[in-house]
């Protein structure tokens, strides 16, 4: 089974500055996708960046970054130049070859002004 | 830019009642799915549904709960008698294709069960 680990259940940064939010997962598989979901207060659940675990390079989106490292199971976001309305909550997904998603516990981030 | 839209955004039920739950995914896209997220607690898979039946489904997912597309639109939701544990964040989800493509969450629905 697919497990996905946030390890951050909160974390906080000043506006303008990087903050990077960790997650780790398990699984036997070896092509699979990753995803980073931000749900705002409203609880939408909105794609923020996806990495295909085939790909070496890292998955950039604007400010939205991912440090992906297949061995380690690693795949951070990293947020540049942090904006107020970053503060939401973020999920980590892990997407297997049967198609269901594996959500992590999420890290709720405030961006502080 | 086309969206997962679903209706009503919240929804207030008696324990015991029935509640349709209502999705319209994206027109184009072929695979439809429910996840479910308790206040506080993370995302979980509630069933995947394709070609007018159920492909995957959870252990959330007893009898209580069906799914369907009654018009090539609409894709439901519904729980026959709810419980006081159903009361959740229902969120629903496409995807065009069948292979680890994206899939586009709809803005949820906040049940809450008295």
């Known amino acids: 089974a697919q497990t996905v680990t946030q390890s951050q259940p909160e974390m906080s940064v000043q506006e303008a500055e990087t903050v990077t939010l960790s997650c780790t997962y398990d699984?036997?598989?070896?092509?699979?996708?990753l995803f980073w979901y931000k749900q705002p207060p409203s609880r939408q659940m909105i794609l923020v960046i996806r990495?295909?675990?085939?790909?070496?390079q890292n998955a950039t989106e604007n400010r939205f970054s991912v440090n992906f490292q297949k061995a380690a199971k690693s795949f951070s976001l990293k947020i540049s130049d942090s904006q107020l309305g970053d503060t939401a909550m973020y999920f980590c997904?892990?997407?297997?070859?049967?198609?269901?998603?594996?959500f992590g516990t999420g890290t709720s981030l405030t961006v502080i002004p | 830019e086309p969206e997962v839209t679903q209706t009503p955004s919240h929804q207030v039920t008696q324990m015991g009642q029935e509640v349709i739950l209502r999705c319209v995914p994206i027109?184009?896209?072929?695979?439809f799915y429910w996840y479910r997220q308790i206040l506080g607690q993370k995302v979980e898979f509630l069933v995947s549904?394709?070609?007018?039946?159920?492909?995957?489904k959870s252990e959330i997912f007893d009898d209580q709960f069906s799914v369907e597309r009654p018009d090539g639109s609409n894709f439901t939701l519904k729980i026959r008698s709810t419980k006081l544990e159903d009361s959740a964040m229902y969120f629903c989800?496409?995807?065009?294709?069948?292979?680890?493509?994206?899939?586009?969450f709809g803005p949820g629905t906040r049940l809450l069960v008295l």
């Open positions: 699984t036997s598989e070896s092509n699979y996708y």
């Open positions: 549904f394709y070609n007018n039946e159920i492909s995957e």
């Open positions: 997904a892990f997407l297997s070859t049967g198609n269901q998603f594996y």
């Open positions: 027109s184009n896209h072929l695979y």
């Open positions: 989800a496409s995807k065009i294709a069948a292979v680890q493509e994206t899939q586009y």
């Open positions: 990495q295909e675990a085939y790909k070496q």
